[in-house]
């Protein structure tokens, strides 16, 4: 007879997380589609530059709550951010390096869907560790989370080819032959500069892209029973009846997220939680 108090060993907990994903897995068509598409799309909220700051507090107390398993859970990050790094300058692929770096804006929200999660159950008063994090693969939305996902990191790559497109008409395509030399070419001449104002132009318009479909509707996917099209379109009306106060949260996670980039990503195990945890809270706030 099974004891009421046994404690699962590592095996068994990973065989369950196992079965939860192959669930969430079978219920993807149904998660992408939704069960309330029918229905009316929530109302939503009208929100100030003061409400970004509350939303902030927020999201730096949860990260306080559980500082210790947030960093564990989001090393991950700066770790990638290094390889990526080190195969930019081992490839020769200098130019793209800053584009690697800023494009952390387009893939964050993917990367903060565990974080909702923690928000989410902080919120109903539940006892929160870094495991419920991982519990984001056995709900409904699972299978919508992972199709957004996509769609974002399809947008990423993009945003790559259109950042080597312009150092190619600029100051390509010949690769730089140091990054001394890369550096000097970008601030030194006007070809250097016309890549920085192109570049950021055009980077504004793919982050501005990511942010209307995205700032609310991976907390929504997770909080709500709804398909794909009904948590883009509330995203996208929160993003228009919105505009100053989220353009300057869109500001907001750009410059954090530049600034977590230095030195060498590793601010980023600070700046992607209190980010993440925050988004959630900007959500509840926005979506009624």
Request: glycine share 10%; no cysteine.
């Amino acid at each position: 007879m099974a004891l009421e108090n046994h404690v699962r060993n590592p095996i068994e907990w990973g065989w369950d997380q196992l079965r939860g994903a192959g669930h969430a897995v079978e219920s993807a068509g149904r998660s992408v589609r939704g069960r309330d598409e029918t229905t009316a799309v929530p109302e939503i909220r009208h929100i100030s530059i003061p409400d970004l700051g509350e939303v902030l507090r927020r999201g730096l107390s949860d990260f306080a709550a559980y500082r210790t398993d947030v960093i564990f859970l989001v090393l991950i990050y700066p770790l990638i951010g290094l390889v990526l790094a080190y195969a930019t300058f081992g490839h020769r692929m200098l130019p793209l390096l800053f584009p690697l770096a800023s494009g952390f804006a387009l893939v964050g929200p993917v990367a903060a869907v565990g974080l909702y999660e923690m928000s989410r159950r902080r919120e109903r008063g539940e006892i929160v560790t870094w495991a419920d994090a991982f519990g984001v693969v056995k709900s409904p939305a699972f299978g919508a989370i992972v199709t957004l996902g996509l769609m974002l990191v399809a947008i990423f790559a993009l945003w790559l080819a259109a950042a080597n497109v312009i150092y190619s008409v600029t100051l390509g395509p010949e690769q730089p032959e140091s990054l001394a030399a890369f550096a000097r070419d970008v601030i030194g001449t006007s070809a250097g500069w016309t890549m920085i104002v192109v570049g950021i132009g055009v980077g504004f318009l793919f982050a501005l892209l990511v942010l209307m479909i995205s700032v609310v509707s991976f907390p929504m996917l997770i909080d709500r029973d709804v398909g794909i099209h009904t948590a883009v379109e509330t995203s996208v009306r929160a993003v228009l009846a919105n505009p100053v106060p989220m353009l300057a949260w869109g500001l907001i996670v750009a410059a954090s997220l530049v600034l977590g980039s230095l030195p060498l990503f590793l601010g980023l195990i600070f700046v992607i939680p209190m980010l993440g945890h925050a988004t959630w809270h900007l959500y509840r706030r926005v979506v009624a």
